[in-house]
């Protein structure tokens, strides 16, 4: 059957690419490196069988290293850095599979190999690539979303709730994806003939008052369907039991450095969320947007808006612009130097950025509300203003879960306009791997070499 051999060359030809990577990498880099000299010697002690020991400069959960030592059960207590790096890359090959299923779910007329393909590229994304190579908890954490995102299209709740208690363990922000995800669910209960009259499609909605209208008839259908409306939530709501009495136990969501991850009110985030995500899918909203619809003509009342919009931008640049020290100091990552140019000319060219972010939120919201519908896009937009906004520190890993939830959702690319995804994936995949294995440096005050990266 041609489609499942060309879904096992698809998976194949990834195997194959990954692990000759990762033999190259670990050559090249055999010791930790960054956050691996945290989470490499604590996944040593839990294959040695010392689970008490904690480094109190870890901020997460130890689900990476439970999940490494389940895997590494024939292995123990010889968990190197090469083995627990391995154990990483089964989660892209889980992503693949699942991100392939939730587009049969949630885009049932895509053929099976446009699914596959449409897979294949997503699990290329460069962000969560990348860290495929690192013993990082980022594979982990979005594998076990995507997972329970997954079950709870599959009306499999109490095994969503599973997969989100697991994701939470790897990142704790995840608690806010499986409120997501219920949130998504209960939109489910009503049927296509209800849906359809109070929560229409968010591209074409063109006042505010749509927003007004698709909460009163959401409401409504809560009220009218109450107990299924339990029976669903119910799940969910002990896995925010559960994760409210860890928070009391803890005295705050994060568990180590706590100094250098304390909350703020970080608006600007959601700013450098949208170019980002409209420019890692640039090909994607080109291929399903028509180009007539994201250039529009102004008309006055939407010349009002926009000036509103830019005005409200820019307050929000000038009050909740944050800037952490680490974003300052470390010139091993590219937001380093991403930043110095943003902040150049005293800090001006962070106003003049703030018709770029308009439009990439724009571009992004036609793309995603083309398919999905209001409220849908309203839960999304929540979930990942809860998720960015708290973090004080300009990191691009903070990305990979709004991003593939968008990327997944959205109507998605054919043909050409995936190809050319493809190769910008690949392309940026190709220059980011080879800085980091052959332009390394040092820095004069530390010993050990240096790498950039993400």
Same mark, same amino acid.
């Given at each position: 059957?041609?489609?499942?051999?060309?879904?096992?060359?698809?998976?194949?030809?990834?195997?194959?690419?990954?692990?000759?990577?990762?033999?190259?990498?670990?050559?090249?880099?055999?010791?930790?490196?960054?956050?691996?000299?945290?989470?490499?010697?604590?996944?040593?002690?839990?294959?040695?069988?010392?689970? *008490?020991?904690?480094?109190?400069?870890?901020?997460?959960?130890?689900?990476?290293?439970?999940?490494?030592?389940?895997?590494?059960?024939?292995?123990?207590?010889?968990?190197?850095?090469?083995?627990?790096?391995?154990?990483?890359?089964?989660?892209?090959?889980?992503?693949?599979?699942?991100?392939?299923?939730?587009?049969?779910?949630?885009?049932?007329?895509?053929?099976?190999?446009?699914?596959?393909?449409?897979?294949?590229?997503?699990?290329?994304?460069?962000?969560?690539?990348?860290?495929?190579?690192?013993? @990082?908890?980022?594979?982990?954490?979005?594998?076990?979303?995507?997972?329970? *995102?997954?079950?709870?299209?599959?009306?499999?709740?109490?095994?969503?709730?599973?997969?989100?208690?697991?994701?939470?363990?790897?990142?704790?922000?995840?608690?806010?994806?499986?409120?997501?995800?219920?949130?998504?669910?209960?939109?489910?209960?009503?049927?296509?003939?209800?849906?359809?009259?109070?929560?229409?499609?968010?591209?074409?909605? /063109?006042?505010?008052?749509?927003?007004?209208?698709?909460?009163?008839?959401?409401?409504?259908?809560?009220?009218?369907?109450?107990?299924?409306?339990?029976?669903?939530?119910? %799940?969910?709501?002990?896995?925010?039991?559960?994760?409210?009495?860890?928070? /009391?136990?803890?005295?705050?969501?994060?568990?180590?450095?706590?100094?250098?991850?304390?909350?703020?009110?970080?608006?600007?985030?959601?700013?450098?969320?949208?170019?980002?995500?409209?420019?890692?899918?640039?090909?994607?909203?080109?291929?399903?947007?028509?180009?007539?619809?994201?250039?529009? /003509?102004?008309?006055?009342?939407?010349?009002?808006?926009?000036?509103?919009?830019?005005?409200?931008?820019?307050?929000?640049? @000038?009050?909740?612009?944050?800037?952490?020290?680490?974003?300052?100091?470390?010139?091993?990552?590219?937001?380093?130097?991403?930043?110095?140019?943003?902040?150049?000319?005293?800090?001006?060219?962070?106003?003049?950025?703030?018709?770029?972010?308009?439009?990439?939120?724009?571009?992004?919201?036609?793309?995603?509300?083309?398919?999905?519908?209001?409220?849908?896009?309203?839960?999304?937009?929540?979930?990942?203003?809860?998720?960015?906004? %708290?973090? %004080?520190?300009?990191?691009?890993?903070?990305?990979?879960?709004? @991003?593939?939830?968008?990327?997944?959702?959205?109507?998605? %690319?054919?043909?050409?306009?995936?190809?050319?995804?493809?190769?910008?994936?690949?392309?940026?995949?190709?220059?980011?791997?080879?800085?980091?294995?052959? /332009?390394?440096?040092?820095?004069?005050?530390?010993?050990?070499?240096?790498?950039?990266?993400?």
């Amino acid at each position: 059957m041609p489609g499942y051999s060309t879904s096992a060359g698809i998976v194949a030809l990834h195997l194959s690419t990954l692990i000759g990577i990762s033999l190259i990498w670990n050559w090249m880099v055999p010791q930790p490196y960054m956050d691996e000299i945290f989470h490499i010697p604590q996944a040593q002690r839990y294959c040695r069988g010392d689970y *008490w020991t904690w480094d109190p400069k870890l901020t997460t959960p130890p689900g990476l290293y439970v999940i490494s030592n389940i895997l590494l059960a024939v292995r123990r207590p010889f968990c190197s850095a090469f083995l627990l790096r391995l154990t990483n890359l089964s989660y892209t090959f889980i992503i693949l599979f699942t991100v392939a299923s939730l587009l049969k779910t949630m885009h049932p007329h895509l053929t099976r190999q446009e699914r596959h393909n449409s897979a294949a590229v997503i699990v290329c994304f460069p962000i969560l690539w990348f860290f495929n190579f690192l013993y @990082y908890t980022d594979g982990g954490s979005s594998a076990f979303i995507l997972l329970s *995102w997954l079950a709870a299209k599959k009306r499999r709740h109490l095994l969503s709730a599973v997969g989100s208690a697991i994701a939470v363990t790897f990142r704790q922000t995840n608690i806010i994806w499986s409120l997501f995800i219920v949130g998504t669910a209960l939109l489910e209960l009503s049927t296509p003939s209800e849906r359809r009259r109070f929560d229409p499609k968010a591209a074409f909605v /063109k006042s505010p008052l749509g927003l007004v209208h698709a909460l009163t008839g959401f409401i409504q259908m809560l009220f009218s369907k109450f107990a299924r409306v339990v029976a669903i939530s119910l %799940p969910y709501l002990g896995l925010l039991a559960g994760f409210a009495a860890f928070v /009391k136990w803890n005295g705050g969501i994060v568990l180590g450095d706590r100094s250098n991850h304390v909350p703020s009110l970080h608006v600007v985030q959601l700013f450098y969320f949208a170019a980002f995500t409209a420019g890692m899918s640039m090909f994607a909203i080109l291929g399903v947007v028509p180009v007539a619809r994201l250039i529009r /003509k102004p008309t006055l009342r939407s010349s009002l808006v926009l000036l509103f919009v830019a005005s409200a931008m820019a307050f929000c640049v @000038y009050n909740f612009t944050n800037v952490h020290p680490f974003l300052l100091a470390d010139n091993r990552h590219y937001t380093f130097y991403i930043w110095r140019i943003m902040s150049r000319f005293n800090g001006k060219a962070l106003y003049a950025l703030v018709p770029a972010y308009m439009a990439a939120a724009w571009f992004c919201w036609q793309a995603l509300g083309t398919e999905q519908t209001l409220l849908w896009v309203v839960i999304y937009s929540v979930a990942t203003m809860l998720t960015l906004i %708290p973090s %004080p520190l300009l990191e691009f890993r903070y990305f990979i879960t709004p @991003y593939l939830i968008y990327r997944i959702a959205m109507r998605q %690319p054919r043909g050409v306009w995936l190809f050319l995804e493809l190769v910008l994936y690949t392309a940026i995949n190709a220059v980011t791997v080879w800085i980091f294995l052959n /332009k390394s440096f040092k820095w004069p005050h530390q010993e050990g070499v240096q790498r950039f990266m993400w």
